[in-house]
């Protein structure tokens, strides 16, 4: 892909329905696109509603012809190699604002395919499944494909009581320390190595504006039980996660648990707020607690120049931060924004378990 040019366009393309609207696209005042690693992307976008239309001035967009709910839209932003698309979805919402001092405007909330998860509540059950067997139900519910990469042990009894779908579908991948997505038509979950792919490189000074990260022992432990019963075996279920079940993802760092662990000791947790009916429910439950704890050790914020590749979920290689904060990270949240007077700015959030080594 071509490098990014020097000077480039900020503004973004806006699609209505998969196709380019020019008038859209020039009108645009403002847009947001956030996307977090829980899911449900959302867009907020602000376009002038004055103007003359077919030789007639007055308002543009105030009587449902071009932005109606349920319509698709799209933006895509940047330019070269960090160009693509920020958001795709669907017409929620419909603002008009009235000024004292400019003309009036329009303001469009959007969001993805997780909506009609999040709107749908139901109260059932799951007898011997998988989390990829949920995942696959959920999607067949909402006309979504599903591409399920997922660990864990076959359940009894998995109960949805008064959840909507997209809450139950996130507790359920949570369980087996699991991350849940659309795009386009697929509902995807996987584990968050699974989805990182290759890192976007990033330097202070230059493509990273800004940056702070804190690394923070406050919400450390040193292992993780869960306490249960096995009807079946009629046994108790006692299983613990320890700094193993995050030693894959430490790439030659130090962890936040081994510092904790040298710094003050040992310091375990016991969950009682989950009840596992056998063993593998116990190691999946106590090691995605564990895992999800310790990659809060370092966390940041940081806004860099617009860059479409940043996604919730990716990773980034941050460079020129000094010794121990060099490195990667995987964003969990992320916010794409053009405004006349910045431009196009992405502002993301990232997190990791582990210090690099001073040099």
């Known amino acids: 892909m071509a490098q990014t040019p020097p000077l480039y366009t900020a503004r973004p393309e806006v699609r209505l329905d998969g196709r380019r609207d020019a008038s859209l696209t020039d009108g645009l005042l403002a847009a947001t696109a956030e996307e977090s690693s829980d899911g449900l992307f959302r867009c907020e976008a602000t376009f002038g509603n004055w103007g003359s239309d077919d030789g007639r001035t007055g308002f543009r967009y105030a009587d449902r012809r071009v932005l109606d709910f349920g319509r698709g839209l799209t933006l895509r932003m940047g330019a070269g190699d960090k160009a693509g698309e920020v958001f795709t979805g669907r017409i929620t919402a419909l603002e008009a604002c009235y000024p004292a001092d400019r003309p009036p405007e329009i303001t469009v909330l959007a969001e993805d395919r997780f909506q009609d998860l999040r709107m749908t509540r139901r109260t059932r059950t799951f007898e011997f499944v998988t989390a990829s067997d949920v995942v696959g139900s959920v999607a067949a519910d909402h006309g979504l494909r599903a591409d399920a990469d997922l660990d864990g042990p076959t359940y009894g009894l998995l109960a949805q009581v008064n959840q909507s779908d997209l809450a139950f579908l996130r507790d359920v991948a949570r369980a087996v320390d699991a991350e849940v997505w659309t795009a386009g038509d697929t509902l995807h979950a996987a584990p968050r190595p699974r989805r990182a792919g290759a890192a976007v490189k990033l330097a202070y000074g230059s493509e990273l504006y800004e940056l702070t990260i804190l690394a923070d022992l406050a919400g450390q432990r040193t292992a993780v039980s869960v306490s249960g019963w096995d009807v079946s075996a009629k046994e108790a279920v006692d299983e613990t996660a320890d700094d193993s079940a995050i030693g894959s ?10 510092i904790l662990r ?3 000791g040992e310091r375990r947790d016991r969950l009682a707020h ?11 439950v106590a090691q995605a607690e564990l895992r999800r704890a310790a990659r809060r050790f ?3 914020r940081a806004v860099s120049e617009g860059d479409a590749r940043i996604r919730a979920g990716s990773s980034v290689e941050l460079s020129g931060v000094g010794g121990i904060y060099e490195g990667r990270y995987q964003v969990v949240l992320v916010r794409h924004e053009f405004t006349p007077e910045q431009g196009y700015r992405t502002t993301f959030w990232v997190e990791r378990p582990v210090l690099r080594e001073a040099r």
């Open 262 to 264: 040298q710094a003050f």
């Open 274 to 284: 989950t009840v596992p009916f056998t063993p593998a429910e116990g190691r999946a």
């Open 249 to 258: 993802e430490l790439d030659g760092g130090t962890s936040g648990i081994s």
């Open 298 to 300: 370092v966390t940041g």
